[in-house]
């Protein structure tokens, strides 16, 4: 990415970018297992997490989806690149607080800061 951006990742999964002149962390994500491969190709970093206990202590053989996805590792693409985060999303979802055409349709607001007057 540049020559500033550092990333850690860890073995509960946390997978961290960081500042290295502000000392401070600009973006976290986590996964279920530990972060095994971090490598970056230009603008776009690609993560592997894969599990410690590799096999399933339940049979094999047996139809449990759900048991057999929490032993799975995970491979994930993320790209950095420019304009690449609202790329695809309707605009009611990506309306800012300065935009009031995203909350006319009487969704109940949650927080405080979120009350607007026409």
Not at 93 to 108: E, F, P, W
Request: proline share 4%; hydrophobic share 35%.
């Amino acid at each position: 990415m540049d020559d500033w951006k550092v990333v850690s990742g860890a073995d509960d999964g946390t997978l961290v970018v960081w500042d290295q002149r502000m000392t401070s962390s600009l973006w976290m994500t986590h996964a279920r297992h530990p972060v095994r491969l971090c490598k970056f190709e230009g603008s776009r970093m690609i993560t592997a997490n894969i599990p410690v206990d590799k096999t399933p202590r339940e049979n094999l053989w047996s139809d449990d989806l759900i048991l057999h996805r929490r032993h799975r590792g995970v491979i994930r693409l993320f790209d950095f690149s420019a304009n690449n985060a609202t790329e695809g999303i309707p605009d009611i979802c990506s309306s800012n607080y300065d935009d009031t055409s995203g909350y006319n349709y009487n969704i109940k607001l949650s927080v405080p800061y979120d009350s607007i007057e026409i």
